[in-house]
Nanobody
Framework: QVQLVESGGGSVQAGGSLRLSCVTS????????MGWFRQAPGKKREGVAA????????YYLDSVEGRFTISRDTAKNTVNLQMNSLEPEDTGTYYC?????????????????WGQGTQVTVSY
């Protein structure tokens, strides 16, 4: 069992920055990918960024490429998402998730462990 706890959400104005953190605990030995997903009211959950734990390859949603950075702090068992130049369209609940082997790291379908989510609100 893997436990994930997100933090760092909040309210900012457009152009601002936030840093989300996801602390992992439990049996993470089978986790090969960690991802950040978001869901806005009335919309499907979408993958924002993902990282392959072995090797560190990263994957980004086109609309956040160059603005968001996913990283891993092994010593702290944490996966972070640095979000810069935030836009109102980035508003939503952000979730951290863990998965084994994946074909599509930004698809939420095969992620089997999820955090409770943290709210991000970006205003004009």
């Amino acid at each position: 069992q893997v436990q994930l706890v997100e933090s760092g959400g909040g309210s900012v104005q457009a152009g601002g920055s936030l840093r989300l953190s996801c602390v992992t605990s439990g049996d993470t030995s089978r986790s090969e990918y960690m991802g950040w997903f978001r869901q806005a009211p009335g919309k499907k959950r979408e993958g924002v960024a993902a990282i392959k734990l072995g090797g560190g390859a990263t994957y980004y949603l086109d609309s956040v490429e160059g603005r968001f950075t996913i990283s891993r702090d092994t010593a702290k068992n944490t996966v972070n998402l640095q979000m810069n130049s935030l836009e109102p369209e980035d508003t939503g609940t952000y979730y951290c998730a863990a998965a084994g082997d994946l074909l599509y790291p930004l698809s939420p379908n095969r992620y089997n462990y999820w955090g409770q989510g943290t709210q991000v609100t970006v205003s004009y």
